[in-house]
């Protein structure tokens, strides 16, 4: 019996600290997770632009095996969209809400009756022809979903991982991409000879000039 009363004591305390935890913790949960990654940033861009894109480097993706995934009609820039359903990650949809190449895409996260939360992203040019990628969280919370202030350890952690493989495949498109075409600069003689040539057209036949000064005269 005195076993029995400590026990319920101990439930009774954590209890207490659990309503106190949901009654403090803040109304909104933020982190924001950034890489750089040496490609242009239209590279980088287009892994996240494009949703389907989204399977070489998205944690989730390795996460969760029995993951399934169903695009909508545009899967790329505005309006596209993916809904999931797996074991592990539950189910949700993300939209693209705005995407502005290549400088930023914001999304929204809709996971039913779990909630909703916000994706932004930033692409921002670095020092040598890198990118700067920045991926941000945001979500209003009440009641039991302020728990996820218990896990934002965890997300961040997947955040990181999923911006290591993002930096992983966009350099190694941006090292496949084929060079740029040399520019063929002109040689001083055949520079002279166009401009010899544009002269020569412009000069008038003197045959011409002489019949219309006896026009004139007449």
Known sequence: MKILKILGGIIGVALIAFGAFLMLAPGEASMER????????????QHVNNLQQWEKWSPWYGMDPSMQVTYSETKEGNGASYSWTGDETGKGTLTILESTAPESI????????????????KFEEVEGGGTKATWAFHTKVSGMGKMVHLFMSTLEAQYDEG??????VAE???????????????????????????????????????????????
């Open 34 to 45: 950034s890489i750089e990654i040496d490609a242009p940033r239209e590279v980088v861009f």
């Open 106 to 121: 914001q999304t929204d996260l809709d996971f039913g009756q779990d909630g909703r939360a916000s994706g932004n992203w």
């Open 163 to 168: 911006l290591a493989k993002l930096k992983e």
């Open 172 to 218: 190694e498109a941006a090292k496949a991409a084929p060079p740029a075409p040399p520019v063929e600069e002109a040689s001083a003689d055949s520079t002279a000879e166009e401009a010899a040539t544009v002269e020569e057209g412009s000069e008038e036949p003197a045959g011409d000039e002489e019949t219309a000064s006896e026009e004139v005269s007449e």
